[in-house]
């Protein structure tokens, strides 16, 4: 499938998740008073270590605001330094990302004592690879650019009256040409 239709089936889908969960909003905002600026924004992010054979050191922030209170959406700098024993690379660049809560508190349905949140979420991520480290055939040196969706879903846990983690469970679907993800490419985040 062409880059551009999936592109443009991945936007309807993304605005016909945000309308429907904005409709969804609009009787909420009568009934509840919408908190200021200040108190709808968010921070956070993952780290990743991982030492021995295989060297993965990945740190991704994340600065956010909610649109709504199941709207959110965020950006932040990616930074991974990857080394393996037939060589190393650095690889940056950002990404931006699109949160909608589908079930806040899932207490509410179920009375099991479980304050689980459960979101969809799709991701865009732009980076940049050493052609040298990521290229099948010898390159001279330089930099690619490398851009990248990716939706699924996760699980949300307070872990106080400000924060909590998630744990993210996305899928590549702009295809995996050098092999940067697992699907599904797991992330545990923490956000305040």
């Known amino acids: 499938m062409d880059r551009r239709i999936k592109r443009g089936v991945l936007l309807v889908m993304v605005l016909s ?43 991704a922030p994340v600065a956010g605001v909610w649109l709504l209170p199941r709207v959110a959406v965020g950006a932040g700098p990616s930074f991974q330094y990857y080394k393996d024993p037939a060589g190393g690379t650095i690889i940056f660049g950002g990404r931006a990302l699109l949160k909608l809560s589908i079930i806040q508190d899932l207490n509410n349905i179920l009375p099991l004592g479980l304050n689980l949140g459960i979101f969809a979420t799709g991701e865009y991520e732009g980076l940049s690879l050493e052609k040298e480290f990521f290229s099948s055939t010898p390159a001279t040196g330089g930099r690619l650019y490398y851009d990248s969706f990716l939706v699924g879903a996760g699980l949300s846990q307070p872990t106080g009256a400000r924060s909590n983690m998630n744990i993210s469970f996305l899928w590549c679907i702009t295809g995996n040409d050098y092999g940067i993800y697992d699907n599904p490419e797991i992330r545990i985040e923490f956000y305040f």
């Open 17 to 59: 998740l945000g309308m429907a969960a904005a409709s969804q909003d609009i009787g909420e905002r009568d009934s509840n008073v919408r908190p200021p600026f200040s108190q709808r924004l968010f921070f956070g992010g993952s780290f990743g270590l991982q030492l021995g054979s295989i060297t993965n050191i990945d740190l």
